[in-house]
T-cell receptor, first 115, second 114 residues
Framework: GAGVSQSPSNKVTEKGKDVELRCDPI?????LYWYRQRLGQGLEFLIY????????KSGLPSDRFSAERTGESVSTLTIQRTQQEDSAVYLC?????????????FGPGTRLLVL | AQTVTQSQPEMSVQEAETVTLSCTYD???????LFWYKQPPSRQMILVIR??????QNATENRFSVNFQKAAKSFSLKISDSQLGDTAMYFC???????????FGKGTSLLVTP
């Protein structure tokens, strides 16, 4: 596709349920990033992938959060046992390679609401 | 850790006028990169302009320009000839040299009025 796509666009879930958020990066981009945007806040970095490896997971808020990437393409962010504080927009971005020289292109995000 | 501060939560400007959005940051790094991103209601973050800290010349992209003051750790965005389509949230972001994660400010909501 022409840009980064994410699905679902919106997700409403009940507290305690698990959710999976999907990101399809721009074709050929080896680096992929996940950010979280809480209401009225800037974006918080969660994790990034270079290829299928995640060198830095330090931004993940808790062990309920995990992410994987396969085939140097699609990535899924999984949140287990969701809490109301997990409500946010989750944004994915990709770039040719990881690094400050490369522009990160963002998807439209998934808005998650935990009731 | 780097922090990015945007002190103007909301701003408005009339069409065709000029507006300046403020951003300050705190870092001990000497080499780094600064960005302005735009987020319209569609939620998609779009890169507006970027600046390398080692370059003294201010970056310019059409109607968008920055005033980068390294000593003051200030990085403001000037939008000239504002257009209705410029209405959006604007985020200032920092990335250290050899980094990969963007550190964002809380954003400034800009409204362009007819």
């Amino acid at each position: 596709g022409a840009g980064v796509s994410q699905s679902p666009s919106n997700k409403v879930t009940e507290k305690g349920k698990d959710v999976e958020l999907r990101c399809d990066p721009i074709s050929g981009h080896t680096a992929l990033y996940w950010y979280r945007q809480r209401l009225g806040q800037g974006l918080e970095f969660l994790i990034y992938f270079q290829g299928n490896s995640a060198p830095d997971k330090s931004g993940l808020p808790s062990d309920r959060f995990s992410a994987e990437r396969t085939g140097e393409s699609v990535s899924t962010l999984t949140i287990q046992r969701t809490q109301q504080e997990d409500s946010a927009v989750y944004l994915c971005a990709s770039s040719l390679v990881a690094g400050e020289q490369e522009t990160q292109y963002f998807g439209p995000g998934t808005r998650l609401l935990v009731l | 850790a780097q922090t990015v501060t945007q002190s103007q939560p909301e701003m408005s400007v009339q069409e065709a006028e000029t507006v300046t959005l403020s951003c300050t940051y705190d870092t001990s790094e000497n080499n780094y990169y600064l960005f302005w991103y735009k987020q319209p209601p569609s939620r998609q973050m779009i890169l507006v302009i970027r600046q390398e800290a080692y370059k003294q010349q201010n970056a310019t992209e059409n109607r968008f320009s920055v005033n980068f003051q390294k000593a003051a750790k200030s990085f403001s965005l000037k939008i000239s000839d504002s257009q209705l389509g410029d209405t959006a949230m604007y985020f200032c972001a920092f990335m250290k040299h050899s980094g990969y994660a963007l550190n964002f400010g809380k954003g400034t909501s800009l409204l362009v009025t007819p």
